[in-house]
């Protein structure tokens, strides 16, 4: 049994063969959060890129946890330098069975720059097969693109796709999406964060019902789902 949580705008939770991970741990400052960087217990943190919405809290984590930090080589080779020592780089399209199952950075269409102005290399998703075998793509911040069907023949269990468009896809992108990745279950997330990301997640759920062979969550900020 596997279970993500959504701490709200792009910041999840898995726990998933006995160990417990923080997606993008964006809490301090977020005005969607559900709970606290001091609440999380992780073991491993994973960052998608640099930006300060998705880098977030996790130094502060990770020094308070001794949590391994997942992210790209430039990423982690700047973590190194604010005293986290405890990484894993890997970069796109690479692989790697960690304690939690095989992690696999993905493509994502957006930027890096870290909050410091460092390079923060190129973003990515995450594609992870849990030890029990399930996939879960989270595409974290990304524009749409075409090798979203490449991802889709992997066989995806559950997806989490950002929806709140100007930084990232918007609804109509994350519907043509959802089209390509053909996954049983889609989470929406990177919405409702601030005014400029609102959407209507009800809607954009009856759309994908009528249109597509996937199950819509909606999740509010604080809630879970065990796949
Ligand atoms: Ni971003
Ligand atoms: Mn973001």
């Avoid at 430039?74 to 894993?88: A, K």
């Avoid at 696999?104 to 990515?124: V, W």
Wanted: net charge negative.
């Amino acid at each position: 049994m596997n279970r993500l949580i959504w701490y709200g705008h792009a910041t999840l939770g898995l726990e998933t063969g006995g160990h417990s991970l923080v997606i993008d741990p964006f809490f301090s400052g977020n005005p969607a959060a559900s709970t606290t960087a001091d609440a999380v217990n992780p073991d491993f943190i994973l960052i998608s890129h640099g930006h300060g919405d998705h880098v977030g809290d996790a130094i502060d984590i990770a020094k308070r946890t001794g949590a391994k930090v997942i992210a790209n080589h430039e990423i982690v080779t700047w973590l190194d330098t604010q005293g986290v020592s405890n990484v894993h780089g890997q970069h796109l399209g690479g692989g790697y069975n960690h304690p939690f199952g095989y992690l696999k950075l993905t493509l994502a269409l957006h930027g890096s720059m870290l909050p410091d102005g460092s390079y923060g290399g190129n973003p990515c998703g995450f594609l992870l097969t849990t030890l029990d075998g399930k996939k879960i793509y989270m595409a974290q911040d990304t524009g749409l693109f075409g090798d979203m069907k490449l991802i889709g023949e992997e066989g995806l269990d559950v997806v989490v796709i950002p929806i709140g468009d100007n930084y990232t896809m918007g609804p109509d992108d994350a519907l043509r999406a959802v089209k390509m990745l053909q996954p049983k279950t889609v989470i929406p997330i990177h919405y409702n964060t601030f005014d400029l990301l609102n959407q209507d997640a009800a809607t954009w759920s009856k759309r994908v019902g009528a249109e597509a062979d996937t199950n819509v969550v909606v999740l509010q900020p604080g809630e879970s789902f065990e796949f």
